[in-house]
């Protein structure tokens, strides 16, 4: 109930619901009360704040900070795990096996094959439970793209127990113990990711996948035209930032880099 509780909050405190909250609140008052100079500003502000998120240079100066902690793995010690975090998923037999894996969760599948084919020899590991209407796990559709590109299911052991990144990181170590291995998850997602597995005596070395904030050159219509493909690289900021407040609340804060 605390989980369902927690992402539900959290949900609504992403930009897109708040700003939608926000922009509805100064519609109740500019129609049904005297509130008229509050709701105009609200409206004004939730209008202001929309745009400037749903803006590529505004977006994504807010988002590279958190996604360059680490640069993508090029090589190094070789490791006998590669472990890549569960994100959004569906399951539809009928489609594509990549269709299913939602955002975040296909660059993390796609990168974490990557790495194991750097690694022979490694084992592949899917971390991520079943979602409350779904009869597939997060960790086994992973599994499941990753036997589709050729992986075979020998290599790959899935996790399907934890709920959430912390979760994850207690499952990891129990399957592994203290030796190194790759850590595959969203650059964004990836300093916060850490500390959840320092923090369980694990030695993670960091291996970034869905890099989104954007540096390389766009057409200049795209920086300048709201679009809810920034819009979302804001959530991501917002999302991780909330992410980062409850991980110092629950006294698991610390500095990823150390």
């Known amino acids: 109930m605390l989980f369902i509780l927690k992402k539900f909050i959290g949900g609504l405190l992403l930009p897109l ?12 008052l500019l129609w049904f009360t005297r509130w008229q100079k509050t709701g105009k500003a609200l409206l004004t502000a939730g209008w202001l704040v929309l745009l400037l998120l749903s803006l590529q240079p505004v977006a994504d100066r807010l988002l590279k900070p958190i996604e360059d902690s680490w640069p993508t793995w090029r090589g190094g010690a070789q490791v006998n795990y590669v472990v890549v975090l569960g994100g959004g998923y569906t399951w539809n037999p009928d489609w594509a096996p990549s269709s299913n894996l939602i955002n975040n969760s296909l660059p993390r599948v796609t990168e974490g094959i990557r790495l194991w084919q750097a690694n022979p020899g490694a084992k592949l590991i899917f971390t991520g439970a079943r979602a409350m209407t779904n009869s597939v796990s997060t960790a086994e559709a992973g599994a499941r793209v990753a036997e589709s590109l050729g992986v075979p299911r020998s290599a790959i052991i899935t996790l399907d127990s934890p709920k959430d990144t912390e979760e994850e990181a207690a499952a990891v170590a129990k399957t592994i113990g203290k030796q190194p291995f790759l850590l595959v998850t969203s650059a964004s997602h990836l300093p916060r990711a850490v500390i959840f597995f320092r923090n369980a005596g694990l030695n993670p070395v960091p291996a970034p996948a869905n890099q989104m904030a954007i540096e390389s050159p766009l057409n200049p219509w795209e920086k300048i035209v709201p679009s809810p493909l920034w819009l979302m690289h804001s959530d991501r900021v917002w999302y991780e930032t909330l992410g980062r407040a409850w991980q110092w609340l629950k006294g698991s804060s610390g500095n990823p880099g150390e």
């Open 17 to 28: 619901p708040f700003l939608l909250l926000v922009i509805g609140l100064a519609i109740l």
